[in-house]
């Protein structure tokens, strides 16, 4: 039976009659026996096999180079190398599949830049092992997270008419040609469409019946902003409660990373020891941190005059009534608070449409979670459950309530104070792992003018 290198690191007894399947790392050529390290994935570390001359297969050892894909059978015994508790003694060795010396993962240290034209092949390094691992282990907290708070999971649709943000940065969707004179009823849906900015609206209607939902899927924005922290597809969670309002919901997403962290400590770590090493010296502390303390909240308002008082020469200028932009959310979190930090109430007009309007009459209940090192990783809102004021709301933004009719009817019967936010699974990632650009953490990147693989 094929036993993961994992699973044999684990063992606490030597075993006879193992086989290994993995990729040859590298092959050292004794007198008379030979070395191979072999990486199967399951794990960061390899496996050291001990291969005697004149073992059945061993007359092809000249083609275990670095790349090829072999199967070792043998028995377990302890090592006497560091960091290994057992190496495989090989009873007969085969070859799958040769690599040349074209391979391009030799054992130098490469770039993430050159790394990035090779997306089919960084799997198999060192680095990319342990992000994917780290990222699959999550997706599972994530999971883990919400339906042990009773959340109903809830698959939002890819393909959309309506635009959640009115950012504007929707890919249309069409089976038209392009010719002069096609009307938009003559595409397929009859009207325009658009893959999906975001499964908020569809996850309310849910939310609006089941009480506790979350959605976890791919979302899409054009956005033509080529930073280490934007992509057009990224993967996004979102939950959405019923009966909740803006420090519920604060609450929630504070406690949801507080979870994605203690979860990264307790099942990632020898993953997260290789990002210390190699990618982010600061990566344990700064789990640590998350997972003790609490997290600063404040208003934008009471951010804005921190900012101004700050004397930094900010490239983007500072007043109330502009945007964050990365620049000051990164000076909040990592030099004035040094905390995760919650920026909540912001002005309605640079707001999306369906956020609670506070009594102040200027502000809505937005609030936005700002980490060390990325700037923004959720966004979300107490959402307006007011009929009258939704409307007021879609008109402000010049949105045609029409297109809205069953976004408001949720108003309309029933209405329930409801709240909930969004969190980009990449730049969690990020956070988490230290791995600086946004490229290097989801498998296959789409950014502007790149879409192989
Ligand atoms: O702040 P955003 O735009 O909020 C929403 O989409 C709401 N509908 C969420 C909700 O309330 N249910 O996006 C949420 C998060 C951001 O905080 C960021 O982490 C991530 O999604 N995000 C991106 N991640 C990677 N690339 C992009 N282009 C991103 N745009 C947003
Ligand atoms: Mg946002």
Redesign the pocket.
């Given at each position: 039976m094929r036993t993961l290198i994992k699973h044999i690191r684990a063992l606490s007894a030597p075993a006879d009659a193992v086989i290994v399947q993995g990729w040859v790392r590298t092959r050292r050529d004794a007198k008379g026996f030979s070395f191979l390290e072999l990486n199967d994935g399951s794990c960061l570390a390899n496996l050291q096999v001990v291969v005697d001359a004149g073992i059945p297969g061993s007359a092809h050892l000249a083609s275990f180079t670095t790349g090829a894909s072999v199967v070792v059978n043998g028995n377990l015994v302890p090592s006497p190398a560091p960091g290994q508790k057992w190496e495989l003694r090989a009873t007969k060795i085969e070859l799958l599949g040769t690599a040349d010396a074209s391979y391009p993962l030799q054992k130098k240290g490469h770039t993430l830049e050159f790394l990035r034209t090779i997306a089919h092949l960084r799997p198999r390094s060192n680095l990319f092992g342990a992000v994917f691992r780290t990222r699959s282990k999550l997706a599972f907290a994530v999971h883990e997270f919400f339906q042990s708070r009773e959340f109903i999971y809830v698959h939002t649709p890819i393909i959309t008419a309506s635009d959640?943000?009115g950012a504007g940065e929707m890919f249309r969707v069409t089976t038209l040609k392009g010719k002069p004179d096609e009307k938009p009823e003559a595409d397929f849906f009859g009207k325009p469409t658009y893959l999906t900015?975001?499964g908020?609206l569809e996850g309310e209607t849910f939310a609006c019946a089941l009480s506790n939902i979350y959605t976890f899927g791919p979302t899409f924005?054009a956005?033509n902003s080529n930073t280490a922290?934007?992509?057009a597809e990224?993967w996004?969670i979102?939950p959405e409660m019923a009966f909740c309002d803006l420090p519920g919901d604060m609450d929630l997403a504070e406690e949801f990373i507080k979870a994605m962290a203690r979860y990264a400590l307790e099942h990632c770590a020898e993953d997260l020891a290789f990002f210390a090493k190699f990618v982010d010296k600061g990566v344990p502390e700064r789990l640590q941190f998350v997972v003790e303390r609490p997290f600063v909240r404040v208003p934008y308002t009471e951010a804005v005059g921190i900012l101004k008082q700050s004397g930094k020469p900010f490239e983007f200028p500072v007043d109330y009534g502009q945007n964050l932009q990365s620049e000051h959310e990164r000076f909040l979190t990592e030099e004035h608070f040094k905390s995760p930090t919650t920026v909540f109430n912001y002005p309605r007009e640079i707001k999306p449409f369906y956020m609670r309007l506070n009594d102040d009459g200027k502000t809505v209940t937005a609030m936005d979670v700002l980490v060390p090192g990325i700037g923004?990783?959720?966004?979300?809102?107490q959402r307006e459950e007011r009929l009258a004021q939704l409307q007021e709301n879609l008109e402000a933004h010049q949105l045609k309530p029409e297109d809205y009719w069953w976004y408001t009817d949720l108003r309309r019967y029933g209405t329930v104070p409801h709240a909930?936010?969004?969190?980009?699974f990449?730049?969690l990632l990020m956070f988490l792992t230290g791995v600086a650009n946004?490229r290097d953490v989801i498998p296959f990147a789409r950014t502007p003018g790149n879409a192989e693989f």
């Open positions: 959640c943000e900015v975001s908020q924005r956005e922290r934007h992509a990224f996004m979102e923004e990783v959720i966004g979300g809102a909930g936010f969004g969190l980009g990449e730049r946004i």
